[in-house]
């Protein structure tokens, strides 16, 4: 499997991107994906998972109604739309996924990406 992200880049306070992940094979194949997030100085936590399979979608406290998890099977892309932009957004963003059930659909990811950098200035 693999997954390769992009859409990052520079933006002000307030400001939106979306982020895109393409992955080799079909997202059904998948018990869930989803976007984790790396500040600076910071370990990996998760921002945003879906589970076609069982209908759910997590996301982050702190991103919740600012952030939205999409995909598209057909085209084997996943999204995360990111607006209005904090500071605090700051950091690298992966797409993952996991393959098989879990007690917690948004732990214990199988594949990653390489990454796209996020930079929110103030």
């Known amino acids: 499997v693999q997954l390769v992200e992009s859409g990052g880049g520079m933006v002000e306070s307030g400001g939106s991107l979306r982020l895109s992940c393409a992955a080799s094979e079909f997202l059904l194949d998948y018990y869930s994906i989803g976007w984790f997030r790396q500040a600076p100085g910071s370990g990996r936590e998760g921002v945003a998972c879906?589970?076609?399979?069982?209908?759910?979608?997590y996301y982050r406290d702190s991103v919740k109604g600012r952030f939205a998890i999409s995909d598209d099977n057909a085209e084997k892309m996943v999204f995360l739309d990111l607006n209005n932009l904090k500071p605090e957004d700051t950091g690298v963003y992966y797409c993952a996924v996991r393959m098989y059930y879990a007690d917690n659909f948004c732990e214990g990811f199988d594949y990653w990406g390489q990454g796209t950098r996020v930079t929110v200035s103030s």
């Open positions: 879906l589970s076609r399979k069982i209908g759910r979608i």
